[in-house]
């Protein structure tokens, strides 16, 4: 595509959309400079300056703040344990799971299918939830950041959906080549589905790292909080009655401090995607032989 | 012997109708078994609690539990249904979410279109990482962010109006601006994290197919229209069939720091009213009961847009 | 088989990492067990440790644990073995629902305020009623009646008050551009009037721009609430004749937003302050825009520092007061005099001997050498007294100030709070002063203590359709007949059902007590 010959309208298309990319780019990524402009800033430029992208006098204060105890670095450890081994559980399930159901001809596929959907639009609610979690023992465990939470459905459907528009041929060769459906699903299937593999490794990962509702009611040792409930804790504004607020809601750390920790709370994972993104190419496959 | 069995094998395959249920059933076995730890997932997490939907017919005390909890019927629905304010609850939302599906549902597909269209690798990678970024900027901030751009007391949005329109406008305040600041800030936060899915779909697309149509003596716009969008077309059905599903669920957050005195007429959604009655106020039924309409309201929908997928041709969920 | 290999690597993975998952759980689950037991076991023998389970809230991200040496010496002193859950205040709500809806109640439940789900729990008999016993005790039999009296279910006591100060509104200023200006400390209204009106167009901070104006205001509604009250207006429930009257249905409550309206029209107020972000509140006052912030008292020492920080050659500009005065002297509005309370459910403390044991525990929470070990930790660790000068070491020092830090939100402060304080500059005596004296002028809410059935199901409505109409009308979306009409809506809305209930609730708590 990158050797294609263009025409003059379409280099004027090109300039187009080079500019306005970038202007979205930078509309999109600005604030998030400024966030950490603030990380490096004083808390007096914090106050008088209320939007800016290079701090007048750059310090490091509230990061030797927030690295100076072990509070945070827990948290990340905590967080990164958390988003790996449950992403690595939530693709395994996913995965397994979507490849049955999107073979058309099988049994019980559509019972599955509507046993999926409707879960995925009723729930019993937090109560029997925490309840159940309660119940199988897994208060305080890492394991209740992930199992409740293991398959999205609306992940589940999309997978299962892109292992449908894998064309059949592939699959009956495969079949005359003597592999069982399993090996068919390990060794033709799987390989050829990388983007999907490489986007819900991230929607997987980003839910994982993003969620503190999960540890606020399941988590009760606080030496186990993840990062972001850290960050939900410096950052939430009490909305009601602020007349009435506990004097030590405003002992709480100051305003660079809190951009800090937001700062060492996203960074890491956004670095996910840049990392992902080379595999978006290799499953050239996909809607490739419907054509 | 041998030779039978591969009759018989291959026979199954070319009419496999022929075929019992069981058969099939037998056929598929490992399948079945790459089902089952998933199956089990739902059963225990998705299922065991469902229970919980029967306390929206009751007046649940969380410290009798559900066994004890008095029965009440379809009380708390009436309620709802009867508030005064029910009418104007139903319209916010539905006009918060209509405007969500025209302007956001889009936004990503155009977006991943374009970015497709760059050439140049590496300033394609920085801008889908850049736009992606506020995807992980919690509301808290954005609403802070907006309050300093957008107020009409020096907030720099504000201040360039003046100077090249000539007036100010009341963003925050004013009902009329609501909905467009909601819908401009929902597609600010989540375009780039919404390429996501449809930059992996282009990944698919085939040169050959480009190459086939610039062969016909398609332009970029038309090679855009016939080649590229119908590769997202899957996923673009499967994504607004979902979105369907949880068409009444308006951010929250969002919504709840946006929204003031002067707003409030067009600012309050079902899911703000929750808010206070279900988690400040602690009725858990009462929430519970407002939680099962909007899901029948969902899947209603879904299964509405679903079945109208299939009749149109296109593979719809299942 | 080599893919059978393959596939039954994933799975067995799989059923070991689920396998293994339970297992953590179930060991946990062994430790709440032994809790328990031990509880049990302990109420008899005087020597050992009794152990106490504390649900309890943080403002903190990083509270301390059982390996704090406060919390040893807390330990030692009360002869506990204590474990903490820590609830993030952020989400308290949620934690503190979910928490009353499990059933797995800990020893000592914060409550963070009369929720309905705690109400109903407490009706349903989940706490201890505590009055019979709270005089036994040398610190809890000397709790406030008025307080104990707001904190009331049904006439009955579920939970023993965290104090806070009643006094705590008022209003912050700058003295040093009242002196600027060569004018006086207000004393009325309208002097208070004269005050914002100096402060916006004559220059008060001497720079000769117009960069200045009277007060800030934000979305949060608290200041309107305070200064209303100056002219009359009762604090949410008024009593005429012997009837409770919602405070918006007073002549009083029309005079004061007529002034509001006023204030806001001349442009002493900012003009987008029904759309400001409480996140940006403080900062014009911080950074010398803004000369009069109503709001509690403590904002002002808060204020004081910031502006130190940035104009060093002006440290003590700020100066409070308690209200001015207005047709009815001075008043002013309270704070419920309480943040949340500490119950003890049924479920975990079986025994009135087990319950006596805990509200011993409880009542040592007030010792003075308590209160100094949570407020301030432990002499020679992280604070030192020189010739009765209380210096702290934990400053610049998180990890000292972590090992004692949330303490405090287990703490009661009754009768009093006794923990050391650095001698305190002018501003917070002034602010001291001030908190004590307000106790005199503070409006109490007749309607405190009353549960109504209708404000838990439709109070929060109710409430917003008359704040909005209130900002509606200062910026003048809305005139007179625009707020009779949100009253009319109110009234219908709901509205009149809770007067009625109301006041039948009030005339039977009044029967009761006579």
Not at chain 2, 158 to 165: G, I, K, T
Not at chain 2, 177 to 194: A, H, N
Request: net charge negative.
């Amino acid at each position: 595509m990158h050797k294609m010959h263009n025409t003059p309208l379409g280099r004027v298309f090109d300039v187009f959309n080079v500019i306005l990319l970038g202007l979205i780019g930078v509309a999109t990524v600005v604030p998030f400079l400024h966030i950490i402009a603030g990380s490096f800033a004083t808390d007096a430029e914090l106050s008088r300056r209320s939007f800016f992208l290079f701090p007048e006098e750059p310090t490091l204060g509230a990061f030797r703040y927030i690295f100076s105890t072990d509070a945070v670095v827990n948290s990340l450890f905590t967080s990164v344990f958390v988003t790996t081994v449950g992403t690595a559980v939530s693709m395994i399930l996913t995965l397994t799971m979507a490849y049955p159901l999107s073979r058309k001809n099988m049994v019980g596929r559509n019972v599955v299918m509507n046993l999926v959907l409707f879960s995925m639009l009723f729930s019993g609610g937090m109560i029997p939830t925490f309840i159940l979690v309660r119940s199988l023992g897994l208060m305080d465990s890492y394991w209740a950041l992930i199992l409740p939470m293991a398959i999205n459905p609306f992940n589940l459907i999309i997978v299962k959906n892109f292992f449908q528009q894998l064309p059949v041929e592939l699959e009956e060769a495969s079949k005359i080549d003597g592999c069982s459906e399993i090996g068919t699903f390990w060794r033709i299937m799987l390989p050829l589905s990388m983007p999907v593999i490489a986007t819900f490794t991230l929607f997987y990962s980003v839910f994982y790292w993003n969620d503190f509702f999960q540890a606020l009611l399941y988590i009760n040792d606080n030496t186990k909080w993840p990062i972001q409930l850290l960050l939900q804790q410096l950052v939430t504004v009490p909305d009601m009655n602020i007349g009435e607020l506990d004097e030590s809601f405003y002992e709480q750390p100051r305003e660079s401090i809190k951009l800090a920790v937001i700062v060492v709370a996203t960074v890491p994972i956004l670095f996910l995607y840049p990392f992902l993104q080379k595999h978006f190419a290799k499953g050239v496959l996909i809607g490739s032989v419907k054509g | 012997m041998a030779d039978k069995a591969i009759t018989t094998a291959a026979g199954a395959k070319i009419i496999p109708n022929v075929m019992t249920k069981k058969q099939r059933i037998k056929r598929d076995k490992w399948l079945y078994l790459l089902l089952i730890p998933g199956l089990i997932y739902f059963i225990v997490f998705k299922y065991i609690p469902m229970w919980g939907i029967v306390i929206a017919f009751q007046d649940y005390s969380p410290f009798l539990g559900v066994f004890e909890s008095s029965w009440v019927g379809f009380d708390h629905f009436k309620f709802f249904f009867t508030n005064p304010d029910f009418i104007r609850l139903f319209r916010n939302t539905f006009l918060l979410a209509l405007y969500d599906l025209i302007f956001f549902f889009p936004a990503p597909i155009i977006i991943s279109l374009l970015l497709n269209e760059l050439r140049i690798s590496w300033y394609k990678r920085t801008v889908q990482t850049f736009i992606y970024v506020p995807h992980f900027m919690s509301w808290v901030i954005i609403a802070s962010m907006s309050y300093v751009f957008l107020t009409t007391s020096g907030g720099i949005v504000n201040e360039l109006l003046e100077q090249f329109v000539g007036r100010k406008f009341n963003f925050l305040s004013s009902p009329e601006w609501f909905r467009p600041m909601i819908i401009g800030q929902i597609i600010w936060k989540e375009v780039g994290w919404g390429t996501v899915i449809f930059l992996a779909a282009l990944a698919g697309v085939s040169q050959e197919q480009y190459e086939a149509a610039i062969v016909d003596g398609a332009g970029r716009l038309r090679r855009m229209w016939h080649v590229t969008l119908p590769a997202l077309r899957p996923t673009i059905i499967i994504l607004l069939i979902l979105r369907l599903g949880n068409f009444l669920d308006t951010g929250f957050q969002q919504i709840y720091l946006m929204s003031n005195a002067l707003n409030r007429s067009v600012a309050d959604v079902f899911d703000t009213y929750v808010y206070f009655i279900g988690i400040t106020q602690g009725a858990f039924s009462y929430s519970a009961a407002v939680g099962l309409f909007k899901s029948v309201v969902g899947i209603v929908l879904i299964l509405g847009a679903n079945h109208f997928a299939k009749k149109m041709g296109q593979e719809g969920l299942f | 088989m080599k893919r059978l290999t393959n596939y039954w690597n994933g799975s067995w993975l799989l059923s070991i990492i689920l396998f293994v998952g339970i297992l953590a759980g179930c060991s946990d689950e062994t430790t709440g067990g032994n809790s328990d037991n031990g509880a049990g076991e302990n109420s008899s023998g005087a020597e050992e440790p009794f152990e106490i389970e504390i649900f309890a809230t943080t403002f903190s991200t990083n509270p301390p644990g059982n390996d704090s040496p406060v919390v040893q010496a807390l330990e030692e002193y009360t002869n506990t073995k204590l474990t903490f859950n820590w609830a993030p205040n952020s989400n308290i709500d949620d934690k503190f629902n979910i928490t009353l809806a499990s059933g797995d109640l800990p020893h000592i439940l914060y409550v963070p305020s009369k929720t309905p789900s705690f109400i109903s729990a407490a009706r349903d008999g989940a706490f201890w009623e505590l009055e019979p016993y709270l005089a036994d005790y040398e610190n809890l039999s000397q709790a406030n009646e008025m307080i104990l009296d707001n904190t009331r279910i049904d006439g009955k006591i579920y939970g023993i008050y965290r104090q806070r100060s009643l006094g705590r509104n008022g209003i912050v200023y700058r003295q040093d551009w009242l002196d600027n200006l060569g004018m006086d400390v207000p004393e009325t209204i309208d002097d208070f009037y004269e005050m914002l009106w100096a402060f916006t167009y004559e220059d008060p901070n001497g720079t000769g721009v117009d960069d200045t104006y009277g007060t800030v205001i934000s979305k949060y509604e608290g200041p309107w609430n305070i200064m209303q009250t100056w002219f009359g207006v009762p604090n949410k429930w008024g009593e005429i004749d012997g009837e409770l009257v919602p405070d918006f249905k007073t002549a009083e409550y029309r005079e004061a937003l007529k002034f509001f309206k006023k204030i806001y029209d001349e442009g002493l107020v900012n003009e987008d302050f029904a759309v400001m972000d409480t996140t940006e509140w403080t900062k014009p006052l911080e950074n010398g825009e803004v000369g009069v912030f109503v709001d509690v008292l403590d904002a002002g020492e808060r204020a004081r520092a910031k502006i130190e920080e940035q104009y060093p050659d002006n440290p003590d500009p700020i100066r409070l007061l308690g209200s001015v005065e207005g047709p009815y002297g001075h008043r002013a509005l309270p704070t419920s005099g309480y943040s949340g309370m500490l119950a003890i459910p049924k479920s975990k403390v079986k025994t009135e001997e087990e319950l006596r044991r805990v509200l011993t525990f409880l009542d040592q929470l007030n010792d003075e050498e308590v209160q100094i070990l949570a407020g301030n930790g432990i002499e020679g660790r992280h604070y030192e007294i020189v010739d009765g000068e209380y210096h702290s070491f934990t400053a610049d020092n998180e990890g000292l100030l972590a090992e004692y830090e949330s303490l405090n939100q287990i703490m009661m402060f009754i009768p009093v709070d006794k923990v050391l304080a650095a001698t305190p500059n002018e501003l917070k005596q002034l602010e001291a002063q001030i908190l004590e004296d307000n106790i005199e002028i503070v409006v109490p809410n007749p309607a405190e203590a009353l549960i109504s059935e209708v404000y838990s199901k439709q109070g929060q409505q109710l409430d917003t359709i008359i704040s909005d109409a209130r900002i509606q009308y200062i910026v003048g979306q809305i005139d007179e007949t625009g707020l009779d009409e949100a009253i009319e809506l109110w009234e219908k809305s709901g509205g009149n059902e809770l007067v009625a209930e109301m006041n039948e609730l009030y005339k039977e708590a009044q029967a009761n007590r006579n």
